[in-house]
Nanobody, 115 residues
Framework: QVRLVESGGGLVQPGGSLRLSCAAS????????LGWYRQAPGKQRELVAS???????NYADSAKGRFTISRDSAKNTVYLQMNSLKPEDTAVYYC?????????WGQGTQVTVSS
């Protein structure tokens, strides 16, 4: 059973930064894709950023230029560096790992952007 454990969320002022971490219980290279999703109250879960095993990255338009996804294979951890945060970035952020026909999810970490 794969476990994904997120950390790094919290309360930050507009314009601030946070770095989310997602530690996997398996080698991150055993997954086709690793990604960060978010879900705001009353809204559907949406993709924020993803990275493939071949290091190809993909970002939501709202994240381009502000967020960066990266990984550390030695720590089996994927990160989401979030800069220039806006109130509309407020959401629960979930880590996702995909293996062919199976998706794994973390428990989520709350990010609140407010003054």
């Amino acid at each position: 059973q794969v476990r994904l454990v997120e950390s790094g969320g919290g309360l930050v002022q507009p314009g601030g930064s946070l770095r989310l971490s997602c530690a996997a219980s398996a080698s991150i290279f055993s997954f086709n894709n690793l990604g960060w999703y978010r879900q705001a109250p009353g809204k559907q879960r949406e993709l924020v950023a993803s990275i493939t095993v071949a290091s190809s990255t993909n970002y939501a338009d709202s994240a381009k230029g502000r967020f960066t996804i990266s990984r550390d294979s030695a720590k089996n951890t994927v990160y989401l560096q979030m800069n220039s945060l806006k109130p509309e970035d407020t959401a629960v952020y979930y880590c996702n790992a995909n293996r062919l026909y199976t998706n794994y999810w973390g428990q989520g970490t709350q990010v609140t952007v407010s003054s």
